[in-house]
């Protein structure tokens, strides 16, 4: 017998902008064992029964990382309980990646035919907002995971809808109901937008990550401050459907973590192509409402006025509501939850913590690598979280796309490696042409001069990110140059990059 429970304690955030149905619908009959034993009690002062439940595994969260976890342990044969108080899937399948690619994928695709001769597109085609909005509500399925369910009743994962929170030591109370569990606590409780402390910040309708991928409507105007990732993407996408988007990034350039000639492409791509007010260099001060919506004052002595702000400069992780001290534990500095490379927090085998939680790296395939890594460790089958030392692999998904795995030249050399930097024109191969002409771009790959081996790959131009994975193979197996060279690319695939890296390497 596999339920879902749900429990509302109180406002969350997708509450406000969702009309999230308790999926309770439910007890669906499966052909399984019983997987956890459960005891009723009364709760002291209340006329209601709650329950107390023992599972082997209780993963708070069920977002990628957590869900991937609590698969494995339920297929390795443990009785599992999982926790969330959103949508099952997280953050990255309503908020974040799925909806902000969905948005972005229309200009792709119009630019696309533009550059290739003989598609019945011009220069007066323009994009279908209405169709697009839809269409992203269907790829995030309107904000409904029932569809997620199936896969959990499956097998057997008992699902609690709510807030889970520390009771001490293996111990979860969610609502009413008190869990236990007899081997392991995973937490997987994800991120949220942060909110620096800007002036005025908090008198204003801001909006985060999650108001500007759901909108319903395109906005008039927009100010977007950060030039990393995701305000990028989104500066570009509400662009492409009509919005005029100031862009405020207070380095020298865009996408900061990347090599400079990636966010330079990217930002002359947003100004050029797109009609983006890029301004580098410039913070943003202070806030204050307007007739419009907001007037934004900037440390160079400028101000933007637009009918919304998105906030777009990081991530806070989903800790201080946890209850950590019951079990003894502390956050870092900035609220994440500190581990080993097993993925242990504080050396201890019972408690775990995976994805964004953890603060080593906020990437959603990273969550479901590590959820990998910790149930390898569960399961008595040692194993060490050790990508995020070489580097994520990282796509930005702007026209110029920026695909980049391992260090950039600059990290490389900060670490007192040799290195050596080899650029050639993404759009050089024969299989480039097929994308029109003058789609631009870099390919760079950093290679270590002492081994002969990449430690670096960055590649810019129009879609580029499925360039990215052979570059991780090579950087994580240390595949020498030399051998590379015997891995040979088809003609005439785009994937002739490597060709004419290699041959720019070896001339």
Same mark, same amino acid.
């Given at each position: 017998?596999?339920?879902?429970?749900?429990?509302?304690?109180?406002?969350?955030?997708?509450?406000?902008?969702?009309?999230?149905?308790?999926?309770?619908?439910?007890?669906?009959?499966?052909?399984?064992?019983?997987?956890?034993?459960?005891?009723?009690?009364?709760?002291?002062?209340?006329?209601?029964?709650?329950?107390?439940?023992?599972?082997?595994?209780?993963?708070?969260?069920?977002?990628?990382?957590?869900?991937?976890?609590?698969?494995?342990?339920?297929?390795?044969?443990?009785?599992?309980?999982?926790?969330?108080?959103?949508?099952?899937?997280?953050?990255?399948?309503?908020?974040?990646?799925?909806?902000?690619?969905?948005?972005?994928?229309?200009?792709?695709?119009?630019?696309?035919?533009?550059?290739?001769?003989?598609?019945?597109?011009?220069?007066?085609?323009?994009?279908?907002?209405?169709?697009?909005?839809?269409?992203?509500?269907?790829?995030?399925?309107?904000?409904?995971?029932?569809?997620?369910?199936?896969?959990?009743?499956?097998?057997?994962?008992?699902?609690?809808?709510?807030?889970?929170?520390?009771?001490?030591?293996?111990?979860?109370?969610?609502?009413?109901?008190?869990?236990?569990?007899?081997?392991?606590?995973?937490?997987?409780?994800?991120?949220?937008?942060?909110?620096?402390?800007?002036?005025?910040?908090?008198?204003?309708?801001?909006?985060?990550?999650?108001?500007?991928?759901?909108?319903?409507?395109?906005?008039?105007?927009?100010?977007?401050?950060?030039?990393?990732?995701?305000?990028?993407?989104?500066?570009?996408?509400?662009?492409?459907?009509?919005?005029?988007?100031?862009?405020?990034?207070?380095?020298?350039?865009?996408?900061?973590?990347?090599?400079?000639?990636?966010?330079?492409?990217?930002?002359?791509?947003?100004?050029?192509?797109?009609?983006?007010?890029?301004?580098?260099?410039?913070?943003?001060?202070?806030?204050?409402?307007?007739? /419009?919506? $907001?007037?934004? *004052?900037?440390?160079? &002595?400028? %101000?933007? +006025? #637009?009918?919304?702000?998105? @906030?777009?400069?990081? =991530?806070?992780?989903?800790?201080?509501?946890?209850?950590?001290?019951?079990?003894?534990?502390?956050?870092?500095?900035?609220?994440?939850?500190?581990?080993?490379?097993?993925?242990?927090?504080?050396?201890?085998?019972?408690?775990?913590?995976?994805?964004?939680?953890?603060?080593?790296?906020?990437?959603?395939?990273?969550?479901?690598?590590? /959820?990998? $890594?910790?149930? *390898?460790?569960?399961? &008595?089958? %040692?194993? +060490? #979280?050790?990508?995020?030392? @070489?580097?994520?692999? =990282?796509?930005?998904?702007?026209?110029?796309?920026?695909?980049?795995?391992?260090?950039?030249?600059?990290?490389?050399?900060?670490?007192?490696?040799?290195?050596?930097?080899?650029?050639?024109?993404?759009?050089?191969?024969?299989?480039?042409?097929?994308?029109?002409?003058?789609?631009?771009?870099?390919?760079?790959?950093?290679?270590?001069? /002492?081994?002969?081996?990449?430690?670096?790959?960055?590649?810019?131009?129009?879609?580029?990110?499925?360039?990215?994975?052979?570059?991780?193979?090579?950087?994580?197996?240390?595949?020498?140059?030399?051998?590379?060279?015997?891995?040979?690319?088809?003609?005439?695939?785009?994937?002739?990059?490597?060709?004419?890296?290699?041959?720019?390497?070896?001339?």
């Amino acid at each position: 017998m596999v339920r879902t429970y749900w429990f509302v304690p109180g406002f969350n955030e997708a509450s406000g902008n969702l009309d999230l149905q308790p999926f309770a619908r439910i007890d669906h009959v499966e052909a399984c064992r019983p997987r956890a034993c459960c005891f009723e009690l009364y709760a002291v002062g209340h006329d209601e029964r709650v329950s107390e439940k023992t599972y082997d595994a209780i993963v708070l969260g069920a977002g990628p990382a957590g869900e991937v976890c609590a698969g494995r342990l339920a297929d390795g044969g443990m009785s599992v309980a999982i926790i969330e108080p959103d949508l099952i899937g997280g953050e990255c399948s309503y908020y974040a990646c799925m909806p902000s690619k969905a948005l972005l994928r229309p200009a792709d695709l119009l630019g696309e035919a533009r550059r290739v001769p003989g598609v019945p597109v011009d220069a007066d085609s323009a994009l279908d907002p209405q169709a697009i909005l839809d269409r992203r509500d269907e790829v995030i399925h309107n904000g409904d995971d029932s569809a997620q369910l199936p896969w959990l009743e499956e097998r057997g994962i008992e699902l609690f809808r709510g807030a889970g929170r520390f009771d001490g030591e293996r111990r979860i109370r969610v609502g009413d109901d008190l869990l236990s569990a007899d081997k392991v606590v995973v937490v997987a409780t994800g991120s949220g937008a942060a909110m620096p402390p800007i002036d005025g910040l908090d008198g204003v309708r801001a909006w985060n990550n999650r108001d500007a991928t759901t909108a319903k409507q395109v906005p008039e105007s927009m100010i977007v401050l950060g030039g990393g990732p995701v305000g990028s993407e989104l500066s570009q996408a509400w662009a492409s459907l009509g919005t005029k988007v100031t862009l405020v990034e207070g380095g020298e350039h865009l996408l900061a973590r990347e090599e400079p000639f990636a966010g330079d492409e990217v930002a002359a791509a947003l100004r050029g192509r797109f009609g983006v007010d890029v301004r580098t260099g410039a913070e943003l001060e202070s806030v204050r409402p307007s007739d /419009a919506g $907001v007037i934004a *004052e900037l440390s160079n &002595g400028g %101000s933007v +006025e #637009a009918a919304e702000i998105l @906030i777009a400069v990081g =991530r806070t992780p989903h800790t201080a509501e946890l209850d950590l001290d019951s079990v003894g534990v502390e956050t870092d500095q900035h609220g994440f939850l500190e581990t080993d490379d097993r993925l242990r927090v504080g050396g201890s085998d019972w408690l775990y913590a995976i994805g964004d939680v953890n603060g080593r790296a906020l990437f959603t395939h990273f969550g479901k690598y590590q /959820a990998w $890594v910790a149930c *390898e460790n569960i399961f &008595g089958r %040692s194993a +060490e #979280a050790i990508a995020e030392g @070489i580097g994520p692999p =990282r796509v930005t998904f702007t026209d110029p796309q920026v695909a980049a795995v391992g260090k950039t030249l600059a990290q490389a050399e900060e670490e007192g490696i040799d290195a050596r930097a080899i650029d050639v024109p993404t759009d050089g191969s024969p299989g480039a042409s097929f994308q029109g002409k003058d789609t631009g771009g870099v390919s760079r790959l950093v290679v270590d001069q /002492a081994s002969g081996t990449i430690v670096g790959a960055t590649f810019s131009g129009y879609d580029t990110a499925d360039f990215l994975h052979a570059a991780t193979i090579a950087i994580v197996a240390e595949v020498p140059l030399a051998k590379l060279r015997h891995a040979i690319a088809a003609y005439p695939t785009r994937s002739e990059i490597w060709l004419k890296l290699l041959e720019k390497y070896e001339g």
